[in-house]
């Protein structure tokens, strides 16, 4: 494998879920030798031409099926920085439904009472989009420069004064200038820095759940996108819920899509333990 020595700083990025993704792409996105690169952490510049390394312990992009809808929003501009231009015009291949006309109602977010259904008030959102975990996955590992090492699962490191050696399940080592865990919330990179016991999970008191739906009955579909196209938020006694659109087929016509019954629909919820 590649190893540590290279005119770039060599940064190995273990876990290439989306931050690490994202990451990446930002890393790699200019050019620049050591000095420069320098020079830019010094003056609070843009950090990047990186040399890149990414390792994932999943076997390959389908080993994991789970999904999900993500607003967003004020990250956009984040996302500008860290892509290239022509991954950022493919961004709406990972939108939920790509087909809205986006004008003011559909870039809003509205909330509603979950007991009574009423109105409570609605958040503008200019210029979000809702897309979905596996879809913007799928993008950015697609349009990386450099190629994933998928089944790769991180077993030790070792910190020297210049370097990081790593070291993999399979036997295999990679050195480089710095390392970035962005494996998760079990993140094998925090568990050997700082030990098993204070990189443990602490649970807290609330409780997400997501399920993803296909009624195959358009009435049922028009029934949830008619309160919104994109996501409406309902807020109870004890906890807060979604439901949005996961995915929609291409409209018959121009304009905004009916609601058809292939229309996946996405419902989350966020329960509280409110105690005694």
Not at 232 to 257: H, K, R
Request: net charge negative; glycine share 10%.
């Amino acid at each position: 494998m590649s190893q540590h020595g290279a005119s770039k700083p060599k940064v190995a990025l273990i876990g290439a879920g989306l931050t690490g993704l994202l990451a990446a792409h930002g890393l790699i996105k200019v050019d620049g030798s050591l000095d420069s690169w320098k020079a830019q952490l010094l003056t609070g510049g843009r950090q990047n031409g990186f040399d890149v390394a990414v390792f994932e312990r999943e076997a390959s992009l389908e080993a994991r099926r789970r999904d999900w809808s993500i607003l967003v929003h004020w990250a956009m501009p984040i996302l500008a920085k860290l892509l290239p231009e022509a991954v950022l015009a493919d961004l709406p291949k990972a939108v939920c439904n790509p087909h809205l006309n986006f004008d003011a109602e559909v870039e809003s977010l509205p909330v509603v009472n979950g007991v009574t259904g009423a109105p409570l008030f609605k958040s503008p959102t200019p210029g979000a989009r809702r897309v979905t975990r596996q879809k913007l996955r799928r993008l950015l590992a697609e349009t990386l420069s450099v190629e994933i090492n998928w089944g790769k699962a991180l077993d030790g490191l070792t910190v020297t004064r210049d370097s990081v050696e790593l070291r993999f399940q399979d036997g295999e080592t990679f050195v480089a200038d710095y390392v970035l865990g962005t494996d998760g919330a079990s993140s094998k990179v925090r568990e050997l820095l700082i030990g098993t016991e204070a990189s443990a999970l602490a649970l807290s008191d609330v409780m997400f759940a997501t399920g993803i739906v296909q009624y195959g009955d358009a009435e049922q579909v028009r029934t949830v996108v008619e309160q919104h196209p994109v996501a409406l938020i309902y807020m109870g006694t004890s906890s807060t819920g979604a439901v949005g659109g996961t995915s929609a087929l291409p409209p018959p016509s121009a304009g905004i899509p009916l609601p058809l019954p292939r229309t996946k629909l996405t419902v989350f919820s966020i329960v509280m333990d409110v105690g005694d």
